[in-house]
Structures are given as C-alpha cells and as structure tokens.
C-alpha cells in the first residue's frame, strides 16, 4: 500500500537501517547543509537524516527536518515501495507491449491510458490531514483569524516558523528546495505539478523559480496575457511518490497526480485549498497557499545549485501567500544541491530507469540509457546500442536531442551494447579507444539548460555527440577493426572455482 503520510515513509527508512537521527541542535544556516552534503558524498549516499530540534534564526523550529531521504538506490526503491526500480520500468514496459505504438506520440498516449486504468484516478475528498492546522493571510500579509472546520485548529504562523535552509555561504538567503508545485492552464484547464527553488523573501513572499522551458511558466505567461492573478499551490512532503512524479520528465498531458497514484497504486486523495481554486493531495504535510501576480518579478539568488556553481541573480516571479496548512505531526522535507554526488542523482537516475522502456519504443536499438553524477543530468549521457548499419549512433543521437528535456544534453556518448553504461570507467575507456575525434564526433545548435553557465549566451549553445561503437564497412574506416580483450568462459570457471577451493 501507498504511504499515508512523510512521516510514515521516515519510519519505513528507520525500519530499514536507512535513518540517522540527530536529537542535538543544529542551526538551517550552513550548517545542517554541511552536515548532509558529508553525508551525501559517503559511499552510496549515506543515511537519511532527520534533524529533530532544527535551529532559526537562535530558536528552536517547531518542525524537525529530514533531508536525504531518498539519497541512494535502496531509499528511492523505498520511497516508492519497490523492491528495485526496475519493478516499476516493467509495469510501464508492460502497459507499452499490450498493444505496441507506431511512433512515440503513440507511446505516451498508450502509456496515458494505461495509467488512467490502473486505480491511478485521483479522488475528491472534503476534509484532509493536511489542513489540520490553518493559517490564513490577509491582503496586507498580516495572519487572519482563520474560521475552524470540524478537525482544523487555528495558528499563528509564517514561513519563518519553517526550518528552511540557507544551504551555501553565497546564497541570495534561505530556499525551499523540495516543493512540489501545483498550478493550471487557464485554458485547457489542465493541471502540472513542478519542482521549483524557492527563495524566501519574508514571512510570506519568495521567489518564484520556474525557468522559461518549464511548464509553470507556461501557465504563468498565459496568467499574463489574460492580465490574471495565477493561483499557485505548494505541497510539502506527503507520500515520496508525488515528489518523484513533480520532478520526472513526463510529456505535455500526462498529469502527474495521475502518474503518483500509477506509482504508488492507490488514487491520490484531493482535497481543495482554503484561499485558491486549486486542489492537493490531502495527505502532504505542509500546504503553501498563495498566487504570482502577472508582471511582478524581483531579484532572485544566488543559489549554490545542482551545476556545482553559484546561478547569478536573475528577475523571477513572486509568489504571495495567502494561506498555511499543515498536519499536526508535520516533517519539513529538505534537500541540498551541489557539486556531485548529491541526493539528485539517485532521484534523477531513478527516473532514467523507470522511463527506459518509453525511449526503448522509439528507439528499438537502445540497450541502456545512464546520466552519470558527474554531468549533473544534462551535461552528460551515456547510451549503449546494438548496432546494425552505419551512423546508427549519429541517428539515435539526434533523436535524442529532439525528445523534450533531452534537448539540453550537452555531451552524448553511445558505446556498443556489450558495455556497461553505468560502469563511467568502461564508457571512458571505449570513447578513448573507439573514436576518430574527427571522424565520430558531430556538434550542433540546440537549446540548452537555462543554469548552464558555459555557453556564450544563456538558454542556446553547442552540444557534442560521440560515436564510441566499433566501426562497420561504410563508416569511413579502412582498416580490420581488431578484437578486445577477454578471458575464455571455462578459464573463468575453473579459476572461480579455483578460488572458492582456497577459500
């Protein structure tokens, strides 16, 4: 079954020996940053940690604060109630094989359906956990006496009660770097759930940080050209799955509270906010209310982010908050970016895994997909293939720039099927061996990450792909391509044995 509350998914990672706790105090200010990212780097990716008397601005929060959580393989298996992620690639494999699609259009449209049937439907509640403590905000940002229903409690709060992370020296101030946000097409009135940084700003603005590819500023430009205040809604915690959903590269339509309740197999309750047009899941554990006023935009960053480098300060959206809604027994779920290996990654390659089966259908000779730590997802691509005729590898690379996120790749290597992708050592080693600089290499003009701060000019730049697979007849190589290196199957069975002998 699903996960009834964060606070559940913490004690399945305690249950697990996948939890450390810290009863001491530790201040949001560096410091517990400084904590995790040792943590993150030790091998594996550590433990989770849940900070239990998080400390700011010299008080004691009201909220302990778990961070790491799904920081290495095993947890993100456990943050979606999964044996190994590759349990959920099959699900999807499998909804693609009942009737198998033409082209990819047709692929994301099956695989829409077959979420759609399978208990994914979300459900319409009226009450939920989540708004069992309110806080409300006036027009002059002042907190409101909240009015009481059934099980809710009235509360004087603000983002300062939060224990929000200043995570870099050099950042702008503090962020919110897990949340989940919810927003509408005006139009279609379709849904999207994104993962935005937030910068808080006071007790009730922050930053807005959704950049001009993503679908939140979409909507927000559509808010614009109606001359319309934008509702916004921003979960917190909750089941892990939604927060997995918010950050996976789904394609325009697949809705992504749809897709948590495919992942966790139970439709996801929704309940609606108290001061927005707008619905949540009723079983996260904290609730930002509010609305980004067309045109208004302000200062935002720095921020130490995922690149490993400071983002210049840039003009983003500002969002208002009208409302606060949490559970009783709340956790403030945090993470830190930064120089790799980070929790990330493993959230990120989790998220390769499960979608392999989608790239698959479009593309019949990929193997292996696998976005090294060290390329902080799009600087770097590794894809194994097996290959049939001349410039096989140049083809499926530019079908990959042409697939959504994957137009941000900088560096795209493709090596033959019998090497391991996730293994960077062996992708290094062929790339050196395997290639003609000249021959095997092609460059292009393709947009690139808005957070890249290579290019000469931000959000277009150059991206290079290599072909590092053994060269056929018609690939402009004259010579006999010679064999690598490698031990007979009974020599490594005799010695295997061998060595089980001497113990």
Known sequence: MAYSSFGQFIT??????????????????????????????????????????????????????????????????????????????????????????TDLRGGWNLLKQGVNLLHARPKHVREGACQEVVQLFGERRTPNVARRTSNEEVSQFSLTDLPILKCWPEDGGRFITLPNVHTRDPDT??????????????????????????????????????????????TLGGDPAYTFAATAPLPDGLDEILFAGFIRKKSVELVKCKTIDLEVPADVDFVLEGYVQPGESRPEGPFGDHTGFYTAVEDYPVFHLTAITHRRDAVYPSTIVGIPPMEDYYIGDASVRVFLPVFKMNFPELVDMALPAEGVFHNLVFVSIRKQYPYQAFKLMHGLWGMGQMMFSKYIVVVDEDCDVHNTSEVLFRLCANTDPERDSTIIRNPSDSLDHAPSAQNVGSHMGFDATRKLPGENYHRTWPELVKMTDEAQRLVDALQKKAG
């Open 189 to 234: 009135g379709e849904r999207n759930l994104g993962m935005y940084r937030m910068q808080v700003y006071d007790d009730c603005t922050t930053g807005m940080h959704w950049q001009v590819h993503k679908v939140g500023a979409r909507h927000g430009k559509r808010y614009y050209e109606r001359g319309e205040r934008m509702p916004v809604a921003v």
């Open 12 to 101: 399945a990672l305690e249950s697990a020996g996948e939890l450390e706790r810290i009863p001491m105090p530790v201040d949001t200010d560096l410091l517990i940053a400084e904590w995790a990212n040792r943590e993150m780097k030790s091998p594996g990716g550590g433990k989770a940690l849940l900070f239990e008397r998080p400390i700011v601005d010299g008080r004691e929060a009201r909220f302990p604060l778990a961070i790491n959580t799904m920081g290495s393989t095993r947890r993100m298996a456990l943050a979606l109630k999964l044996d190994d992620i590759a349990d959920l690639a099959q699900e999807i494999q499998l909804i693609l094989k009942a009737k198998p699609p």
